[in-house]
């Protein structure tokens, strides 16, 4: 079945950086585009950044453009999201996502703390 396991979050200074992972399994990663989403406390979840399947084209939230960062690497199954100069309003639990067919697939979250 469709699994994820994410990694990378953490607790960081305003300013500062975090890479997150999200390694894939289950199905065939390379033929899907990948998104990140977020959800801060008592926020709906949002689209942070999607990438496409060969990683040519990017989207970006305008919160976050110029700052993140959306890469994979499909020989690894895997999809990153670098941020850069972090500030507080980031602090949310991070998803990866794949939709294959009509179904979504998410992972289990990975937080990420900003503060000083």
């Known amino acids: 079945q469709v699994q994820f396991v994410e990694s990378g979050g953490g607790l960081v200074q305003p300013g500062g950086s975090l890479r997150l992972s999200c390694a894939a399994s289950g199905f065939t990663f390379s033929p899907y585009a990948m998104m990140w989403y977020r959800q801060a406390p008592g926020k709906e979840r949002e689209l942070v950044a999607g990438i496409t399947t060969t990683g040519g084209s990017a989207n970006y939230a305008d919160s976050v453009k110029g700052r993140f960062t959306i890469s994979r690497d499909n020989a690894k199954n895997t999809v990153y999201l670098q941020m850069n100069s972090l500030k507080p309003e980031d602090t949310a639990v991070y998803y990866c996502?794949?939709?294959?067919?009509?179904?979504?697939?998410w992972g289990q979250g990975t937080q990420v703390t900003v503060s000083s």
């Open positions: 996502k794949v939709r294959i067919g009509m179904q979504n697939y």
